[in-house]
C-alpha cells in the first residue's frame, strides 16, 4: 500500500522569501514521486519528478525537492516566491508495483505582496 | 497535439440523471484514469483503465462506470447522480506502466448535482 501526507494545509509567505511545501509518503517499494501545481480553475501541471535518480530534484520555474528516503520525505523548495506561484501543490507517489498513483490533499500556497 | 481532452466543461444535473463525460487523448496512451477532486480532499481515483478493452476501480467506484473501447477514450458514466457526486472531474493519461512515466491531465469537468 502506498500513502501520501501533506503536512500544510496552508502555506503564507511573503513575496520574495523562500517556500518549503512539505510532503511525506509510504510506500511498499521503490517509489517515484510527483510535485503537481494547479492554479485556480486550471488543470494540473507538472513540476518536477523524482524516478531513482539524483535525489536533488531541479524542476519548472525555479522549484526543487529532495529525496530523503530516511524521513521518507520529498519536499519541495524555491528559493524566492513570486505573485504567480500563488496555487495549489499536490504531492504524488506512484508505487512501483502497481499501475495507481495516489495524490496527497493538497497545500494551498499564498503569496503576500 | 491537443494532448487529453474533457467534454463537457461544465454541466448542471438533477438527482437521478445520467450523463457521460469524455476524455479523449491524442498521445497514443496506453493508460488512462478518471480522477474526481473535492475541496480538502486532493484527487480521488476513480477507476483506471491499462488499455483498450479493460477497466479497473479506484478508491472511490461507487455510482461510476467506465469503458474504454477504443484506445484514446475513455468515458465516465453516472447512471443515477446524486448530489454527493457534484465535484471536478479529471481524466489523465500516460504512456505505460513505466514508473517514471508522468500523467497528463486534462482540463477538468465541472459538475454540479442538484
Known amino acids: 500500500a502506498q500513502s501520501v501526507t501533506q503536512l500544510d494545509s496552508h502555506v503564507s509567505v511573503s513575496e520574495g522569501t523562500p517556500v518549503l511545501l512539505r510532503c511525506n509518503y509510504s510506500?511498499?517499494?521503490?517509489?517515484?514521486l510527483f510535485w503537481y501545481v494547479q492554479h485556480p480553475n486550471k488543470g494540473l501541471q507538472l513540476l518536477l519528478k523524482?524516478?531513482?535518480?539524483?535525489?536533488l530534484v531541479k524542476g519548472i520555474n525555479g522549484f526543487e525537492a529532495e529525496f530523503k528516503k530516511s524521513e521518507t520525505s520529498f519536499h519541495l523548495t524555491k528559493p524566492s516566491a513570486h505573485m504567480s506561484d500563488a496555487a495549489e501543490y499536490f504531492c504524488?507517489?506512484?508505487?512501483?508495483?502497481?499501475?495507481?498513483?495516489?495524490f496527497g490533499t493538497g497545500t494551498k500556497l499564498q503569496v503576500i505582496p | 497535439n491537443a494532448g487529453v481532452t474533457q467534454t463537457p466543461k461544465f454541466r448542471v444535473l438533477k438527482t437521478g440523471q445520467s450523463m457521460t463525460l469524455l476524455c479523449a487523448q491524442d498521445?497514443?496512451?496506453?493508460?488512462m484514469y478518471w480522477y474526481r477532486q473535492d475541496p480538502g480532499m486532493g484527487l480521488r481515483l476513480i477507476h483506471y483503465?491499462?488499455?483498450?478493452?479493460?477497466?479497473a476501480k479506484g478508491e472511490v467506484p461507487d455510482g461510476y462506470n467506465v469503458s474504454r473501447l477504443k484506445k484514446q477514450n475513455f468515458l465516465l458514466g453516472l447512471e443515477s447522480a446524486a448530489p454527493s457526486q457534484t465535484s471536478v472531474y479529471f481524466c489523465?493519461?500516460?504512456?505505460?506502466?513505466?514508473?517514471?512515466?508522468?500523467?497528463?491531465f486534462g482540463p477538468g469537468t465541472r459538475l454540479l448535482v442538484l
Open positions: 489523465a493519461s500516460r504512456p505505460g506502466p513505466g514508473i517514471q512515466e508522468t500523467q497528463y
Open positions: 510506500s511498499s517499494y521503490s517509489p517515484s
Open positions: 523524482y524516478t531513482s535518480a539524483a535525489t
Open positions: 504524488v507517489v506512484s508505487d512501483s508495483g502497481y499501475q495507481k498513483v495516489t
Open positions: 498521445m497514443n496512451h496506453e493508460y
Open positions: 483503465s491499462v488499455g483498450e478493452g479493460t477497466t
